[in-house]
């Protein structure tokens, strides 16, 4: 693991600890808040070897109601910048791939923290739907490391359930961008 990785997952851990409920009497469980946090972004980036610079966690979360709002103020108390929420895909009008979840690898696992990340080709599709020149970048980046193909691209994008909405001729505009690019050269 990345050290520039390592103190947001253990500030994450240490969390995750905390939120440990003591063993009920009950209860031979020694813990009813599980979280696991699939992480996208600059961060998942540092995750497949391709450290870079961020300053906030991008992720999506499960976890119970309760734990989700503790979480929150725990990492405002922590001054870290966070975008976290139960459903990454819908945090554009073009949704991911479909089985996203299903994709994404496990990087880290103790009895209170699962932390996954994206497939790498659904990291483009997240990466895409916002389309800035540095997600691009990133975008880049990650089809070198991984040698993704125009071909996987377009397989996977059979997986989106795209809306009727101008949102997506944008999307298709910066796909299709995107096809351009690997067919440059220095690609």
Same mark, same amino acid.
Request: with cysteine; net charge negative.
């Given at each position: 693991?990345?050290?520039?990785?390592?103190?947001?997952?253990?500030?994450?851990?240490?969390?995750?600890?905390?939120?440990?409920?003591?063993?009920?009497?009950?209860?031979?469980?020694?813990?009813?808040?599980?979280?696991?946090?699939?992480?996208?972004?600059?961060? +998942?980036?540092?995750?497949? %070897?391709?450290?870079?610079?961020? &300053? *906030? /966690?991008?992720?999506? =979360?499960?976890?119970? $109601?309760? #734990?989700?709002?503790?979480?929150?103020?725990?990492?405002?108390?922590?001054?870290?910048?966070?975008?976290?929420?139960?459903?990454?895909?819908?945090?554009?009008?073009?949704?991911?791939?479909?089985?996203?979840?299903?994709?994404?690898?496990?990087?880290?696992?103790?009895?209170?923290?699962?932390?996954?990340?994206?497939?790498?080709?659904?990291?483009?599709? +997240?990466?895409?739907?916002? %389309?800035?020149?540095?997600?691009? &970048? *990133? /975008?880049?980046?990650? =089809?070198?490391?991984? $040698?993704? #193909?125009?071909?996987?691209?377009?397989?996977?994008?059979?997986?989106?359930?795209?809306?009727?909405?101008?949102?997506?001729?944008?999307?298709?505009?910066?796909?299709?961008?995107?096809?351009?690019?690997?067919?440059?050269?220095?690609?």
């Amino acid at each position: 693991m990345q050290d520039f990785v390592k103190p947001y997952i253990e500030k994450i851990e240490r969390f995750a600890k905390s939120a440990e409920s003591p063993k009920s009497p009950k209860s031979p469980k020694s813990n009813d808040k599980q979280i696991e946090l699939l992480i996208i972004g600059g961060l +998942a980036l540092s995750l497949y %070897g391709l450290p870079r610079y961020t &300053i *906030d /966690i991008d992720a999506e =979360i499960k976890c119970d $109601n309760e #734990t989700y709002f503790e979480f929150l103020e725990y990492m405002k108390g922590e001054g870290t910048a966070f975008n976290i929420s139960d459903n990454i895909s819908g945090w554009g009008i073009v949704p991911l791939p479909a089985g996203y979840r299903d994709r994404a690898k496990t990087i880290y696992s103790s009895d209170n923290l699962t932390i996954k990340v994206l497939d790498p080709v659904d990291f483009v599709f +997240a990466k895409l739907m916002r %389309g800035t020149e540095e997600d691009m &970048i *990133d /975008i880049m980046d990650v =089809i070198r490391k991984f $040698n993704i #193909t125009k071909e996987s691209l377009a397989e996977r994008k059979m997986f989106i359930n795209f809306p009727k909405d101008p949102e997506t001729l944008f999307f298709n505009k910066k796909f299709q961008y995107l096809l351009e690019l690997m067919s440059k050269p220095e690609h």
